[in-house]
């Protein structure tokens, strides 16, 4: 009778044990798979859990942005204003110029989520000097944002870490006449860029 009390409570220490080693084994990997969380993957989904799909950002400007995200790159974001902007505004966010996420309370456990393996896609991989070569090579006037000023103009083309912009009048073409003159921005320094119309 007494062993087959001790057997009992041996077997009850064991089971214990492996259950508190396994809950500890899913705390660790859940604490390694929170250490490699980028803030790209918590904005992608933020914007997957979300039915309305709307972040609000700040930038490291100090301006606050609502937006409804369409596309991700590697490091960058583009999505419509909402919330201030004129009815289908568009912008190119660098994931650098963001100093912060604004939050709900509901929010907070879906950006942790898992991102799925199958969504990765081409605009992935992209960077930004490449989505800048394509407002350039469409001639779209543009609205360049830096921490110290914002420059309206056209982007004449783009290097490796700068672009040239030809500084005119919001809302004119690009013409020589029009251009004030062309400024070199650095791409490190570039906190939104708010696109026009096409030319």
């Known amino acids: 009778m007494r062993w087959d009390n001790l057997f009992d409570d041996l077997e009850g220490q064991l089971e214990y044990e492996r259950d508190a080693e396994d809950s500890n084994l899913r705390a660790e990997e859940e604490r390694l798979r929170l250490g490699r ?37 590697r490091d960058w974001l583009a999505a419509d204003l909402l919330a201030g902007a004129a009815p289908g505004a568009q912008c190119v966010v660098p994931l650098g ?23 990765a896609r081409l605009s992935d ?12 090579r469409r001639r779209t006037s543009v609205e360049v944002q830096t921490p110290t000023e914002r420059l309206y103009g056209t982007i004449d083309r ?37 696109l026009g119309r096409q030319v």
């Open 37 to 73: 969380l980028a803030l790209r993957g918590r904005l992608v989904s933020i914007v997957a859990d979300d039915a309305v799909g709307v972040v609000r950002l700040v930038l490291v400007s100090g301006d606050r942005l609502t937006l409804r995200p369409d596309a991700f790159g």
């Open 158 to 194: 783009v290097g490796r870490d700068h672009l040239d912009l030809a500084v005119h009048e919001p809302g004119s073409v690009r013409r020589a006449a029009e251009v004030h003159e062309v400024r070199i921005v650095p791409l490190a320094h570039i906190v939104l860029v708010r």
């Open 97 to 119: 110029a963001i100093a912060g996420v604004l939050l709900q309370p509901g929010q907070v456990e879906g950006s942790l989520a898992l991102e799925a393996e199958s969504s």
């Open 125 to 136: 991989r992209i960077g930004l000097p490449f989505v800048l070569r394509d407002l350039c």
